[in-house]
């Protein structure tokens, strides 16, 4: 179906390539998952197969890309819109109409489909998406999972052969990120669409893929195969198949169920081995750095927040879960002062946040944002970092000092903006860092990272919680809850509904659960790295 | 409201509420009776609450009400500090300069009466209502719907129209996002800096977010060619083009005060010709295809003719020159009511129950109110 033949991609401007010799065929109907650091050339991968480059993006393409025999040298995108889907990172960007069918309706009409073939398409894609409740309302009024089920049925309308999706699940909870990976799986199924699929969550989508391409980055070959075949020696990996690689089995199984099922000599080897309990090291304060009391938050007549009751002290690394719009993201904000209480009380540091002002507020809390690129406004970073010693007060310097230790590869030249989405993240960090607020809050820092750069985040968290800081995060990624929160907290249309350590929230919840805890439950294990310590006691 | 003399639930045709809030227009354009015009925003109020869809283009009713204060505030304070007093009532006397000879009508403070704040009143609720007449046709109609009427040759356009229109209330929400971050990173939120400040990230955004976009309708066939020429094509606009401005300009000349009406009505009927001339050419060879077209039927044709009898009963009301039209603000005098203006009021409010109601949009659960830090 798509076939690259000796393909090279130079960006204009750009000395190397970010694609060179790509060889690749794809065959009709599967589901292929692509993988590769940020900035390795996924994206520039994906969209190269319906022609956005180098026909939008300029930039030479050297070789030729068929897809079901056209050469997209030749098509410019409109032109393999009826062959080619193309799903965007952010669907809500890629939005033409105003209300579900009429997005749905967009393509085809486009396409020029006479008018009965486009009212019996609107009407299958509803039912396959499930989404014939939501036909009349408008986008602005969908939650992010409803959001990428609609780009994907706007795709799917034209019935494209081929269906390319970057990061689908990235900013979607656990369970709508379900929903639409059963959609896809439901489309290769019944439809023999193929789809092409970038995603930096492998543990969410490993298990429906028939074939992963690795994208490595930094001119090298692009390589391809089975699941299994990649995964053995792939150096990122969703943590089932770490555990499987840890514990040898063979073959590798890249589901919970197969790993649950290889999984009883190893549950037995750990038996008299206790979980680490998660501990607060450093020394305890007893003052606490945050603390609501019946905290009520209203948007117009919608409750964001309701009698919401926490405290957050030093040493603590707090995750915030709850799907989309529970109230995760407004619970950070109010902690901040950014939105007023509707009833209850805040206090951070002992002060209303909306009374700390100015340079006081960065002294006492820092909140990185959803969108770290929100924070940058400079034209190079170290522009960027001159401006934050400033605006913190502080030596001339601290910023760009924690900036090396954070992310060290990052340049002082480069624009913010061309940075990759992880080091936007780590220089957000620098900045509020550079204040050293005791109190640090984090809204979903995960998104659209890499393993790399998260196991590079997981250490800052945790030697800043060893230091004294608190931490609050919000976020989607179970993952990455299981390996760094000493305390978990579940919200649930505004309301608090669990709060504890870690392992008796995550474990008490299929949905919270990590995979490794999923594995060997009912033993309260949560990461691979755990029960590598303790295998590596049991040998020695 | 509820309930329809008609019972199906639907969207009535864009243009059918356009030519009733023209009408309004017009209407309101021809009298500065504060009775009248204050009648008009109320049949515009009472129409809008009635059949506005629960969108966030339906809530922009409330800023058009706002925009219309604003702009009466605004006309009686240019009276106030430039205009010329008449009138015997002195409110005020406020110390005036003598304007130089070349500058001759021009004043600045001096008296102030009564009557020419009066005056600047009627003028400025005048322009109000009819900013709230263009206000209720946007907020009963969806800025994408209407662009599904546009006709095949201006449809480009249409679309860099409606793409603007969408995007100033993301402009909005942007605006606040960098302001929440600048206080993030300690920094002033208000004054001149801080505008400045926020500006650029603002921009960049914006430019990136129609770089998307732009990215988005190519990927989905925007602007495929089709079997037609690109000469033809754009002679087909630019015929389309002509004649929408000479219709205009018919328009105007019909309906401003004092132009010649014989220029008025030929162009306006060759403009409409050379209209409709070219949107048949270009719908013979049209790529693209309407979904689901709003169609033409009956609530269409009585809501179009309440707003045309509404106009028409203003217009003859002036043309025949009926007191109560023009309200005298020199003496100031109570204003008149009269009689064909109200009957075609009363018409103008039928929409409001020979439209049909909105399809229900099924909303089971709360909306989303993850709001981004």
Known sequence: ?540 | MTGSLFHLPRWLHPAAWWIWALGLATAASRTTNPLLLALVIAVAALVVSARKPDAPWGRSFKFFLRLGVVVIVIRVGVQLIFGAAFGTTVLLDLPGVTSPSWLAGVRLGGDITFESLLLAFYDGLRLATILICIGAANSLVSPSRLLKSVPAALYEFGVSVVVAMTFTPQLVADVDRVRTARRLRGRPTTGVRAIAGAAMPVFEGALEKSVTLAAAMDSRGYGRRGTIRAAQRRMNSALLLIGLVAACIGTYALIAAGSPMALGLPMLIVGVAVCITSITWSARTAVRTRYRPDPWALPENLVAGAGIMIAISFLAASWVSMPGLDTPSNPPTWPALPLLPLLGLLIATTPALTAPELPRTKVAQPRSIEVAA
Not at chain 1, 146 to 155: E, K, L, M, W, Y
Not at chain 1, 363 to 390: I, K, N, W
Request: overall charge negative.
């Open chain 1, 1 to 540: 179906m798509i076939n690259f033949e000796h393909v090279s991609i130079t960006y204009p401007g750009a000395t190397e390539p970010v694609l060179a010799g790509v060889n690749l065929q794809i065959p009709a109907g599967e589901l292929v998952l692509v993988v590769g650091r940020t900035g390795s050339g996924k994206t520039t991968l994906l969209r190269a197969i319906n022609g956005l480059v180098p026909h939008f993006t300029g930039g030479t393409l050297t070789g030729r890309i068929l897809v079901d025999g056209r050469d997209t040298a030749t098509n410019p995108p409109r032109e393999l819109a009826d062959l080619v889907g193309m799903v965007p990172q952010d669907p809500m960007s890629g939005f033409v109409a105003d209300t579900v069918e009429e997005e749905l309706a967009y393509g085809m009409e486009c396409l020029g489909l006479a008018a009965d073939v486009m009212r019996r398409r609107v009407e299958e894609t509803l039912d396959l998406l499930g989404l014939a409740d939501l036909r009349n309302r408008p986008l602005l009024s969908l939650s992010a999972g409803q959001r990428q089920r609609v780009a994907i049925g706007s795709v799917l309308t034209s019935h494209p052969k081929v269906l390319v999706l970057d990061e689908p699940t990235s900013a979607l909870d656990p369970g709508a990120a379900e929903d639409v990976l059963a959609a896809l799986q439901r489309l290769v199924h019944d439809l023999n669409v193929t789809v092409v699929m970038a995603e930096h969550r492998l543990e969410r989508v490993v298990q429906y893929a028939d074939r992963i391409v690795i994208v490595p980055g930094d001119g090298e070959s692009i390589i391809s195969g089975t699941p299994s075949e990649m995964m053995g020696n792939s150096p990122i990996a969703p943590p089932v198949v770490e555990l499987g690689r840890l514990a040898g089995w063979q073959p590798l199984p890249l589901t919970v169920r197969d790993a649950r099922r290889a999984a009883g000599p190893l549950r037995e080897l750990l038996i008299g081995h206790a979980a680490p309990l998660r501990i607060i090291k450093g020394e305890r304060d007893a003052t606490p750095l945050t603390i609501t009391e019946k905290l009520t938050v209203r948007y117009g007549d919608v409750a964001a927040l309701r009698n919401v009751s926490i405290t957050i002290t030093r040493g603590e690394i707090v995750a915030l879960m709850g799907r989309n719009g529970a109230g995760k993201s407004t619970l950070l904000s109010t902690m901040v002062g950014l939105k007023p209480t509707s009833a209850g009380i805040v206090r951070t540091n002992g002060k209303d946040p909306r009374e700390i002002k100015g340079p006081e507020l960065v002294h006492s809390v820092g909140l990185v944002p959803q969108d770290p690129g929100d924070l940058l406004e400079a034209s190079t970073v170290a522009g960027e970092c001159r401006s934050s010693d400033h605006d913190a007060s502080v030596e001339p310097g601290t910023t760009r000092a924690l900036l090396a230790l954070l992310a060290p590869e990052v340049m002082d030249g480069v624009h913010p903006r061309d940075l990759s989405e992880g080091q936007r993240l780590l220089l957000a960090l620098a900045i509020v860092l550079a204040a050293r607020p005791p109190l640090l809050l984090l809204d979903e820092p995960t998104r659209g990272l890499d393993y790399p750069t998260k196991a590079r985040l997981v250490k800052v968290l945790r030697e800043l919680a060893a230091t004294g800081h608190g931490i609050v995060l919000a976020t989607h990624d179970v993952e990455l809850a299981a390996e760094v929160a000493t305390r978990v907290i579940v919200l649930a249309e505004g309301e608090v509904v669990a709060d504890g350590p870690t392992q008796a929230v995550v474990l008490a919840s299929p949905m919270f659960a990590p995979q490794v805890a999923k594995i060997l439950a009912p033993e309260d294990w949560l990461t691979v790295s755990e029960v590598r310590t303790a295998m590596i006691e049991q040998v020695g």
